[in-house]
Each structure stands twice: as C-alpha cells, then as structure tokens.
C-alpha cells in the first residue's frame, strides 16, 4: 500500500536519525570520561572503542523507544502541518487507520528492542565487565610511560625510559602500599629492569638490577633498607579476570528464569519481558498528542508529549525499584501499560467523546 510505504520510510529515517543523534549525546560524554580515565594512566587507551562498543546495547535499550516516540510524533505532526492529514481524512483514511498501517514496523521495533532487552544488553554488560576487571588487575608495569608516575592498585611506578617491546626499563621507581595498617609499605630504587615471561602466571615477574630496597612504616622514623644486585618482584594482581558478575542486569535470560522466585530477579525480568511493549504504546501516544492545526507547527506538542512519554519510563523504572524491594509484584509492568495505553486511546477520541460529554452535562444542568 501506497500510504503504508510513505509512512514506514518517513518514520524509520525519522526515528533512526533521532536516536542516532541520543545516541552521539550519550556515549559522547561516556567517551569523555573514559578518555580522562586513561589520561591518567588508569586504563588502555586501545580499549576505549571496545568499551563503547559493549555499552551500546544497554543505552540503546532505553534511546530506541525514545527515538521511535519522536519520529512517530514529527511525522504525524509534519502531516497535519503540511495538510497531508486533511487530504487523507477527506479520502477516508483516519488517523486511527494510519497507526494501524505502522502495526508492522511497530512489531520490527518491538522485536529489535525484546532482542536488545533479553540477549544484547545483558551481554554487553558481561562484556564490558570482563574488560574493566582485566584493566583493574593490571598492575603498574602494563600501563607504565616513560617519565611519568603511572599508580595502579596499591602500586606507584616510575621509569626513565622504556623500550619498545615494553620489556626493559631503566631508572626505576617502585611502590607498594601495605595492605594492612602494622605492615609496612615498600619503596625500590633500580637502575634496571627486565620483565620475565613466566608461563602459566598471570603476575608480572620482573627482574630488578642494582637498587636498594625500602621498607617504610608511614607515620614512625621506623624503617629498613638493603641493597642488591639483582631483585626479583612479582606482582600479584588483586582479583580474578574471570567474571561471575552478581548484578542481575549482566545475567542471562536463562539464569533469570530459574531464580525468577528472587524480587531482585523478578524485577529484573519483568523489565525485560515488558518494556519492549512500550513500542506499542508509543504509537498510540503519538497518534493521540500530534494533532496539531498548520498554524501551530509541529514541535507544539513535542514537547508536553515527551514529558508523558517519559513520565511512562520513570514509572517503569520506579516498579522496578519497588519490585525488588519485594513491595509489589511483576503485574505492576502490564498494569502501567495497559493504563497508558488506555489514556492515549481516550486522548485520541477526545474529538469524538468531548460533545457526547458536553451534551451529558447541559442535559445534568438542565
């Protein structure tokens, strides 16, 4: 149909140029952040992609709907703008009738958003986790540049000069904090160092040469110094590399199905399941608020329709919370859909319900 495929093309480039535009907002500031994290030694810079690349599921999860809403609303406005809306209702078609042609790409949207929910988001997450715990184990010698202090964990490292293959440092300045407040911390002054391949360990061995070794208690004159020729440092790293993440929103659909008896998984599952209907809802919304007359202009609404829409998400997020706190159950998800839906359809026969109201009341008066 004609109409059908004018309405799918303007909607989807609409909606598609919105979210990229959230989308560019959104992790552009995220990009920011990590870019001052690995400022400061504290993060490879080659992984910076990496990691944006695995939250993009998650902020797409809430932009996509957004983005949908938005075109949706544009587009119906620019109809009722340009008198595209006069023409069609004169030919018969309603309003009503042209949301019920976007049935199709609604479902396409609801699908793309139930795969973000249920497999991509979670698995970003897990992702990204795993990436973050492998920089947060790293110790000094992996991320050291030449001349400045790198500090990473309970380490501070300095080198004068570093070679190529990142294996020998000259002028080096090593130290440790204690882990426990009677223990003492430890500082070492090397003239060389050579890192050692050790197989299966995940530690950093390094070979230090000519230096003097420290050991320092903070706050006393107490301390102890010995020199050496050559010194043998092995770094531990803190934790595990491997991921076992307890936060809901990185577990898989399956693990939440069996443990669907715990609020806080409960939570977590119904948000999954529920807010892709959202889509559904968008639709009706948007057909209902984008009336506007030609001399209004299109963005009238916008704005009042997307704090509505909006307000839809935070009550989403609010059950959510309230779930898992045990307060409420999972069929508070449908209860709000289900009553926004039913306001947008009141809002979009306003024009049909407000005389019979009208009349109702004169005849109460009267």
Request: cysteine-free.
């Amino acid at each position: 149909m004609i109409i059908r495929r004018y309405l799918v093309k303007q909607v989807v480039s609409t909606s598609l140029v919105v979210v990229a535009l959230l989308t560019l907002i959104m992790m552009g500031g995220r990009l920011i952040k990590y870019f001052g994290v690995a400022a400061q030694g504290r993060l490879d810079a080659t992984i910076l992609f990496s990691i944006i690349g695995y939250r993009l599921p998650e902020f797409l999860t809430l932009i996509l709907p957004l983005g949908f809403f938005i075109g949706l609303m544009l587009v119906f406005g620019r109809l009722y703008v340009d008198h595209e809306m006069a023409v069609l209702n004169g030919s018969g078609v309603s309003k009503i009738q042209l949301s019920r042609l976007l049935i199709p790409l609604t479902v396409v949207y609801l699908a793309v958003q139930s795969v973000l929910m249920i497999w991509m988001s979670p698995w970003g997450i897990r992702e990204y986790e795993k990436l973050v715990s492998t920089q947060a184990v790293r110790t000094g010698f992996d991320l050291v540049r030449p001349k400045e202090f790198i500090s990473s964990g309970p380490y501070t490292i300095y080198a004068g000069s570093l070679s190529d293959d990142r294996k020998n440092l000259k002028d080096i300045f090593f130290y440790q904090r204690a882990e426990k407040a009677d223990k003492p911390d430890v500082m070492i002054l090397a003239k060389e160092a050579t890192r050692v391949e050790v197989a299966d360990d995940t530690a950093n061995v390094v070979d230090l040469l000519q230096g003097r070794r420290y050991e320092i208690y903070p706050g006393t004159p107490k301390y102890t110094q010995a020199e050496f020729q050559s010194y043998r440092l092995r770094l531990e790293n803190d934790k595990e590399a491997k991921f076992e993440s307890a936060d809901v929103e990185a577990l898989p659909f399956s693990k939440l199905l069996k443990n669907r008896d715990d609020p806080v998984v409960s939570s977590e599952l119904g948000w999954r399941i529920f807010v892709p209907f959202s889509m559904i809802v968008a639709v009706m919304l948007a057909t209902a608020l984008s009336e506007v007359s030609p001399r209004q202009g299109r963005y009238l609404k916008l704005f009042p329709a997307l704090l509505i829409f909006a307000s839809l998400i935070v009550a989403l997020m609010a059950i959510k919370t309230r779930i898992s706190k045990d307060e409420i159950g999972i069929w508070a998800y449908p209860t709000v859909l289900v009553f926004y839906a039913v306001a947008a359809a009141l809002f979009s026969r306003k024009q049909k319900l407000a005389p019979k109201i009208k009349k109702q009341i004169q005849r109460v008066k009267s």
